[in-house]
């Protein structure tokens, strides 16, 4: 491929990843979150857990030892996106890369002869 379609990709997947980060982070705030843990998400509120620290990687934010109010699938996607991210970043300087030192830059192309020139 490319080097244009391989950054491209990166783009795609880096603004992927950070809408999945962002998706998971509006899940760890709320104003009240004994309110939202027992009425919103029918979850047993447990002060020791729902007061420990908030986590931003990753994410992660507790009801109570087995709930957390960040869908399971948030961080693994946001780790994955990552990957794709640098894989394809890495794959568009590697392309860049190959491709420059197929065609160097002094290299002169052909000069087509001029029409008014004598071909003797």
Known sequence: MKPRKWAIAASISFVLMVLMYGYGATHMFSLDKEEECTVILHQRYDAKYAHAKEQFFPLTQKCNASYDMVPFFVNPS???????????AGAAVTATVR??????????????PHPLENRS
Do not use: D, F, I
């Open 78 to 88: 946001v780790v994955l996106l990552l990957g794709v991210t640098l894989a394809c």
């Open 99 to 112: 491709r420059r030192r197929a065609v160097p830059l002094h290299a002169k192309s052909p000069r087509p």
